[in-house]
């Protein structure tokens, strides 16, 4: 399995954290780099290779997976201007070198079987597959509103009560017509999630999720961590 690690982000709202002198994908969670334990999660789901798709402190994040991760399978995809998450995407698959990549936001976690989502896929034949998490608490989320396991479209944000969000990973086949077509900048979320011959089939589960988009979320991870200690053995 190949994946793709959306670690590009401005982090502009951790910024009275981090100073801006590191990624947000660097902040320390519990003394250890919020990256790592994305990537001893899905390597030891076995995921054999890995392509960075980076922007903003771009090289800090290769010395980082570099030193700590020498024997890592990796590539890295650099963007020269912010190019949206669609357009980071189809920037990085240039380097992709399997049938279909995996991609993950290097700033979230989520507690879900890899192989039992690529298998839902492949069972599906599906060139587009997405990863939702169910939120007791839709409020500050868009619902992903799902019909007969296909994405139909997202809610507005502000609803009350459960439902299925979209957990930020996804199944792209390597040459998907609705990324080629595209522009070179361009939102993942709007441009192809939400277009109307998407046809994206979403994977439905419940487990851990969170991510370190604010100091707040940050404290949290750091809580979540320690009372989950069994997710985040490294290898």
């Known amino acids: ?20 002198k590191y990624p ?18 899905l390597t030891q789901q076995g995921v054999t290779r890995f392509v960075f798709a980076l922007s903003h402190h771009a090289e800090m994040v290769r010395q980082e997976v570099s030193a700590c991760y020498p024997h890592l399978d990796c590539a890295f995809s650099y963007e020269t201007e912010p190019l949206g998450t669609g357009g980071a995407i189809k920037h990085a698959m240039q380097q992709v070198q399997s049938q279909y990549a995996l991609v993950f936001n290097a700033d979230s976690f989520m507690q ?20 939702c998490t169910e939120v007791d608490d839709l409020s500050r989320f868009g619902a992903a509103d799902i019909q007969q396991e296909k994405l139909v479209g997202f809610h507005e944000k502000g609803q009350s009560g459960a439902g299925y969000i979209n957990a930020g990973i996804y199944y792209l086949s390597k040459h998907l017509p609705l990324i080629e077509q595209q522009p070179v ?13 998407a046809q994206a089939y979403a994977y439905c589960v419940t487990g851990l999720f969170f991510d370190i988009g604010t100091p707040d979320d940050l404290v949290g991870a750091s809580k979540l961590v320690k009372l989950n200690a069994e997710l985040f053995v490294a290898n």
């Open 1 to 20: 399995m190949e994946a793709i690690l959306l670690a590009g982000g401005l982090g502009t709202r951790l910024h009275s954290v981090t100073g801006d």
């Open 24 to 41: 947000k994908c660097l902040a320390e969670v519990n003394g250890k780099p919020f990256l790592h334990y994305i990537l001893d999660d």
């Open 112 to 131: 879900v079987s890899i192989k039992d989502f690529v298998a839902f896929c492949h069972k599906k034949n599906a060139s587009l597959g997405m990863v």
């Open 185 to 197: 900048k361009f939102s993942f979320e709007h441009n192809v999630l939400s277009a109307k011959d």
